[in-house]
């Protein structure tokens, strides 16, 4: 399928979605995730922890992935944060400068926090040792509406990379199907330790991480390794490349009608524990939230106004059950120039916690 068909397919559903109004009868919180053994959805349980520790209840969804969810936060009942990786807003932004009905579909959204960078796994055969190699093969490269999916579109139309088919499988379908030599390869973009891979009994004789060392994915994706033994089958360390995740959030208006209200102060609420909760975090829950730096913003996409809320100095956090004792705070690094009043604001925030 070429750059502009599967752009337009993903596109379309996007826009299919962008009418669906974002009001509900009875309130509800939650974060759109991703498949049940990936990184993304080990997150939003975390998220769902803090939020229980307030006594607040927050949903799991899980879902194909970013694209899904990026929209989820404009146009789901009851759902007001999703994890979207940085390339598909870049690519979203991309559009919306020229295309209205794009600049519609994305209007509104907003980042909560940058979260992790997420490394693009390529598992193939043995016999694989590089994306030159996928040419002629069979390669999974996620289902529609998924970052992976974009990711690995990008990755295949910025090498030249020709193989033989693209199929639209989910990782965690395509690692059966891999095993049982239904296609060659499959490519899946998540945080690692992923649970897929950790736990998939992978025979490291037949099947292999390749690695990602294209200089042109170099000048578009930031570098990364993922360590040896990261994987049962993985002695020795992977180069390649990744992506950024971010967690999403609606702009909504405190002095709206009860959704939004209600939204916002949800989206506050989450704010302020992440802020103060984050060493919490970095100590009981998933690895990557270690990796975790609360000021990598990246460019072109704002903060929300209720996040800036949130974490605020002297923002009372009204919680329905006792909190737990917060872990002190570490010092952050100084703060990077802003590129909007909302960004600079949260900024300000995050220091004045942090002591950066």
């Known amino acids: ?86 390339d598909v807003l870049e690519y979203l932004k991309t559009y919306s ?8 579909a994305i209007y509104g959204v907003r980042i909560a926090f940058p979260l992790y960078d997420e490394e693009v796994h390529l598992l193939a055969r043995s016999d694989i040792d590089s994306i030159a190699d996928l ?12 970052g992976t999916f974009l990711t690995a579109s990008l ?18 379908d395509a690692l059966p199907a891999l095993k049982a030599g239904d296609i060659d390869a499959f490519f899946y973009v998540a945080g690692a330790p992923t649970a897929l891979f950790a736990e998939g ?17 170099k000048s578009v ?57 984050l060493p919490q975090l970095q100590e009981s829950g998933h690895p990557k939230w270690k990796n975790v730096d609360l000021q990598d913003i990246p460019p072109g996409w704002d903060i929300g106004n209720c996040v800036n809320a949130g974490i605020q100095p002297g923002y009372e956090l009204q919680c329905e059950a006792p909190l737990a004792p917060a872990t002190p705070a570490q010092p952050g690094q100084a703060a990077q120039p802003a590129e909007s009043e909302a960004n600079r604001a949260y900024r300000e925030y995050i220091c004045s916690t942090l002591g950066c």
């Open 97 to 104: 400068a020229n295309d209205p009905d794009v600049a519609r």
């Open 1 to 86: 399928m070429g750059k502009t068909r599967w752009l337009g397919a993903a596109l379309g559903a996007i826009l299919a979605l962008a009418t669906i109004p974002a009001t509900a009868q009875d309130f509800g919180k939650a974060v759109m995730t991703g498949g049940a053994t990936g990184t993304y959805i080990q997150i939003g349980r975390d998220l769902a922890g803090l939020m229980a520790q307030c006594g607040q209840t927050l949903e799991v969804i899980e879902s194909a992935g970013s694209l899904e969810n990026f929209m989820a936060v404009r146009t789901r009942r009851n759902t007001q944060f999703g994890i979207v990786q940085n």
């Open 221 to 277: 994706y930031d570098e990364a390794t993922i360590p040896a033994n990261t994987y049962p089958f993985q002695p020795e360390a992977v180069e390649g490349i990744a992506v950024k995740a971010l967690l999403m959030t609606y702009d909504y208006d405190p002095q709206g009608n009860s959704y939004q209200r209600q939204s916002c102060k949800a989206v506050s609420d989450l704010s302020n524990l992440m802020l103060t909760r």
């Open 155 to 172: 990755v295949l139309d910025l090498t030249g990379a020709k193989p033989a088919e693209r199929r639209q499988i989910a990782p965690a």
């Open 135 to 146: 040419a002629g093969k069979r390669v999974a490269i996620g289902v529609e509406n998924s």
């Open 201 to 217: 009994e992978i025979d490291g004789k037949q099947f292999h991480l390749v690695p990602i060392a294209d200089e042109t994915l």
